[in-house]
T-cell receptor, first 115, second 112 residues
């Protein structure tokens, strides 16, 4: 078990460009979450998947954001036409739903800087 | 709706002193409560969690927290601070069938 991994760890892009981040969850975890964290704040929920199904999306997730989890394994988060306000740390977490509550295990994050 | 407040965005303690990080929550359903720690440029690591049962929960690295329903609190404590405890600490609440809501975090500094 190598934990949740995210790539890239850092991404610098120019405003208007598209970016894509990848998250590899802990194997056999059926849930995968995406969060955004800005400086001095706690993580804010964006969306989550159970297996390959995207079950919930936050109002924070504008039309420029799209997430996928093909085959219920890794996930990608794409931001189109990036804006300076998109600069943040994007965190991925995975969990195994067994019982009432699942415990989320976080990856190291992808830090996005939009110039 | 759920929310979390963490009193004190920055707490400083001396090495060996008691650590107390405060967390208060609001939840319309019975809450599940969590404390996570984040070291610089790293993801969040689970310290401890309360789901049901015993209200005093012990976690890793000598931390513990007590769920007090009457006070809607879940404060994190450690009897003796170590330099390696310096980090950002986040309290989070989750109701059954609901998503995590994180507090704004408290940065802990440990002075030699």
């Amino acid at each position: 078990d190598t934990g949740v991994s995210q790539n890239p760890r850092h991404k610098i892009t120019k405003r208007g460009q598209n970016v894509t981040f990848r998250c590899d969850p802990i194997s056999e975890h059926n849930r995968l979450y995406w969060y955004r964290q800005t400086l001095g704040q706690g993580p804010e929920f964006l969306t989550y998947f159970q297996n390959e199904a995207q079950l919930e999306k936050s109002r924070l997730l504008s039309d420029r954001f799209s997430a996928e989890r093909p085959k219920g394994s890794f996930s990608t988060l794409e931001i189109q036409r990036t804006e300076q306000g998109d600069s943040a740390m994007y965190l991925c977490a995975s969990s195994l739903l067994a019982g009432e509550v699942d415990t989320q295990y976080f990856g190291p994050g992808t830090r996005l800087t939009v110039l | 709706a759920q929310s979390v407040t963490q009193l004190g965005s920055h707490v400083s303690v001396s090495e060996g002193a008691l650590v107390l990080l405060r967390c208060n929550y609001s939840s319309s359903v019975p809450p599940y409560l969590f404390w996570y720690v984040q070291y610089p440029n790293q993801g969040l690591q689970l310290l401890l969690k309360y789901t049901t049962g015993a209200t005093l929960v012990k976690g890793i690295n000598g931390f513990e927290a007590e769920f007090k329903k009457s006070e809607t609190s879940f404060h994190l404590t450690k009897p003796s601070a170590h330099m390696s405890d310096a980090a950002e600490y986040f309290c989070a609440v989750r109701g059954r069938g609901q998503n995590f809501v994180f507090g704004p975090g408290t940065r802990l500094s440990v002075l030699p």
